[in-house]
């Protein structure tokens, strides 16, 4: 785990990443597809995440069919085009499961601040989070096909500061990928590099320390002024 906080200051919202922290995708339908194909395992997310294909889709500008059928045109030479679209829509409907230990903990730090989902995704990620059950996980959240601006583009993340009604210097960042890390403590905010569950332990025990303070604070007796 590695937190980033230039200021030595605390926080009073968090803002999350959904894919690789809260979202895990199951491709292993995909890898024996490319086995079979002759392909070298991740030979179709290579072409598929490729800026020039992946970046229209998370912006809104295309489906997910669309983003299937460019990725059928990255692979040709590898493959004959049947065999393309076998291994696009393998990726693209690729089943998926949330994180149980992460979700309870972002439940519970919601109870004691502000929680803004932000994430790079498709237009259909309401749909998938309702899926998941997860509709109600968070406060607000940020799709980059909805804003029309991704990670780590600052606008994003001054969008999810904004929802969460807080000062960017007071939020806290959580992603998996280094670099929208280092955009986000460039802009001010606390960095979390998520790697594992583990490493929401201290941010829900900061939680709710500050919130057993407040609570301390609130309810502490006038003593006499001196």
């Given amino acids: ?14 803002l999350c990443d959904v894919d690789n922290v809260i979202r895990f995708y199951d491709l292993t339908r995909l890898a024996a597809l490319e086995q079979a194909a002759g392909l070298s395992e991740g030979t179709t997310t290579r072409v598929a995440y490729a800026p020039e294909t992946d970046l229209p889709l998370l912006l809104g500008k295309i489906s997910k069919e669309e983003w299937v059928e ?23 409907e690729a089943p998926f499961r949330a994180d149980e230990v992460v979700v309870t903990a972002l439940r519970r730090i919601r109870e004691q601040m502000p929680l803004v989902l932000v994430t790079n995704a498709t237009l259909e990620l309401e749909s998938d989070l309702a899926l998941l059950g997860l509709s109600d996980l968070a406060d607000h959240v940020v799709s980059s096909a909805r804003v029309g601006v991704v990670k780590p583009d600052r606008e994003i993340y001054e969008i999810a500061a904004a929802r969460a009604e807080t000062d960017i210097e007071r939020c806290l960042f959580i992603d998996d990928r280094l670099e929208n890390i280092e955009a986000a403590v460039a802009l ?39």
């Fill in 1 to 14: 785990m590695t937190i980033t906080d230039t200021c030595g200051r605390s926080y009073d919202a968090v």
């Fill in 70 to 92: 460019a990725i059928v045109s990255g692979l040709a030479g590898e493959v004959p085009e049947p065999q393309a679209r076998e291994l696009g829509t393998a990726l693209a």
């Fill in 188 to 226: 001010g905010m606390t960095g979390l590099h998520y790697r594992d569950p583990a490493d929401l332990r201290e941010v829900w025990g900061f939680a709710r320390g500050s919130h057993l303070m407040a609570e301390a604070v609130r309810v502490q007796p006038e003593g006499p002024t001196p």
